[in-house]
């Protein structure tokens, strides 16, 4: 009886407590339907709290995705988002920041020949060009010519480098490399084709869906100037593309589309399947290089010809890989002669490139020699540091009538007269070997293509080689036009002014297209070699995996 009082007496103080009784920290015993009303509060919370924790895991995630990945690794380091991988330093690593400042050099050029006469003009021409960026060396800085010719020595020296050491081995290394050629050539449409051609679908829709046509500020895809700065406040533009806009017939095909109404899917997606089928076609040679240009991303017209001069590189290799150093260099040196006497200076710069990757190891040994005797080494390195001069000064050569320009005219009168479908792209030519075979031997400039930031535009490069146009056309000229129209009324003829807009915009134009390249790079670009690898490991023989 004693305990049942007990009991009672417990239970009515357990009820009397209840109202201040804290459930989220230890629930009460019941199991009664009030049990299930003191959970509701505090699942109520846990689940709100879950989702909202979800739902930041997953913004978190989509910001990391969407910003550069250097930037996420510093603001988001939570996001699980994994960075671009640090590449690795070797010998060669070099070739890579170069490649990188070349891909920026394109983009300047581009954007400036949008807006300025004197992109293409040599320093001196006339009495209206004498601008200090058109002085000899200082228009490497812009010069396209020179970026395509080193995309190709680098692309010739970069596919060397393995062959030549496998090349330099024992006979089994000799033997691999035939396997290791199989594959070069299986993976390399992959690595040129799938992101050049993904670069060319925001180009499509743009034109399918005719966004340009609200604000009619400038052409129809390709070459744009009209709505530019340039117009609003001295109407300069390149001869070139001057020509280009006078010349309906000149221009490529979506530019010259009526856009009174919006394109057909079907018809405009016919007409970017056959640009991108055509630009496969490498059996018909490499120039004219218009043959070549993609209506839907204009700088793809070095694609086809770097893969053609690809191929025939890899030929070349399996044809003397068993040779002996000396002759196989000469049958380097006799390649690039018969490739200029035949107008391909395509091939001229990745023979360059391999011939390059061959004389790296006996320059090694010789340097090493040198360095031992002061006077030796003090003349090697002023030798050196002449041929990147000239190379830079031949690198300079204007593309518009660089036979009436101060400083190329004798080097105008001594082109090769084999060399007739491109003469001016001759001396950039020899220039963009020089400046490569110089930047090999000269260590101080290494250091500074080997540093991170470099690396890091190298590691993107192709990406915003490819994307860059694009950009240019589409926000470049929008922010360009606002400030041109903006400023245009205070003094149209003000340079300084111009020069302004011009900072400013490209300033936008580079922040972008690093950011763009970043995101592409990481989901476009890695993944086609990774797609390329796995294609070739699907259809390998049983017997060779």
């Known amino acids: 009886m004693a305990a049942e009082l007990n009991e009672d007496e417990s239970t009515l103080e357990l009820l009397q407590n209840h109202d201040s009784y804290d459930d989220s920290e230890n629930p009460p015993p019941s199991h009664s339907n009030q049990q299930q009303w003191d959970y509701t509060p505090s699942s109520a919370k846990r689940i709100t709290r879950r989702i909202q924790f979800f739902v930041y895991r997953i913004i978190v995630r989509i910001l990391g995705e969407l910003l550069p990945s250097f930037i996420t690794a510093w603001l988001l380091p939570e996001s699980g988002v994994a960075p671009l991988p640090t590449p690795k330093i070797h010998p060669t690593s070099w070739l890579d920041g170069l490649r990188g400042l070349a891909a920026l050099s394109v983009i300047v050029y581009h954007w400036l020949g949008f807006s300025w006469s004197g992109t293409d003009v040599g320093y001196g021409l006339s009495e209206s060009h004498h601008s200090v960026m058109q002085l000899p060396i200082l228009r490497v800085l812009y010069s396209g010519i020179l970026d395509v010719s080193l995309f190709f020595v680098i692309s010739g020296y970069a596919l060397s480098v393995r062959p030549v050491k496998q090349m330099m081995g024992s006979e089994e290394q000799v033997s691999r490399l035939i396997q290791s050629f199989s594959s070069s050539i299986f993976r390399r449409f992959f690595r040129l084709y799938v992101p050049a051609w993904a670069s060319t679908i925001p180009s499509f829709l743009w034109i399918w869906l005719d966004l340009d046509r609200p604000t009619g500020r400038w052409m129809k895809w390709g070459f744009v100037g009209h709505g530019s700065y340039a117009k609003a406040v001295a109407n300069l533009h390149s001869p070139i593309y001057d020509h280009l806009a006078t010349n309906s017939t000149a221009l490529p095909a979506p530019l010259r589309r009526d856009h009174a109404a919006r394109a057909v899917f079907s018809t405009e997606f016919a007409k970017w399947f056959n640009e991108n089928i055509r630009s496969v076609t490498i059996l018909e040679g490499s120039w004219p290089r218009q043959k070549y240009e993609n209506n839907y991303n204009h700088p793809m017209w070095t694609i086809p010809i770097e893969y053609r001069a690809s191929l025939l590189l890899f030929l070349v290799q399996i044809a003397v890989c068993r040779f002996r150093p000396v002759a196989r260099m ?216």
């Open 330 to 545: 000469s049958i380097t040196a006799l390649l690039m002669l018969f490739s200029l006497y035949v107008d391909h200076f395509e091939m001229i710069l990745f023979l360059g490139g391999f011939f390059f990757a061959q004389l790296e190891p006996y320059l090694c040994i010789l340097e090493h020699r040198w360095r031992h005797n002061r006077p030796v080494w003090t003349v090697y390195i002023i030798f050196t540091i002449l041929v990147l001069v000239t190379g830079l000064h031949l690198a300079s050569t204007p593309m518009w009538q660089p036979n009436a320009t101060p400083g190329y005219i004798w080097l105008s009168a001594h082109i090769p007269s084999c060399f007739v479908r491109e003469p001016v792209w001759f001396w950039p030519s020899v220039g963009s070997l020089l400046i490569v075979h110089a930047i090999g031997r000269l260590q101080s400039i290494q250091n500074i293509l080997t540093s991170p930031k470099v690396q890091y535009l190298g590691q993107i490069s192709f990406s915003i080689y490819l994307l860059h146009y694009f950009t240019e056309v589409v926000v470049g000229t929008e922010v360009l036009y606002d400030f041109g129209r903006a400023t245009s009324n205070l003094d149209r003829h003000n340079v300084a002014l111009f020069w302004l807009g011009q900072g400013i915009t490209l300033s936008c134009i580079l922040v972008l297209v690093v950011w763009l390249g970043d995101i592409w790079c990481r989901f476009v670009d890695t993944p086609s070699v990774t797609l390329a690898k796995w294609v070739e490991t699907s259809l390998l023989v049983r017997k060779l995996l």
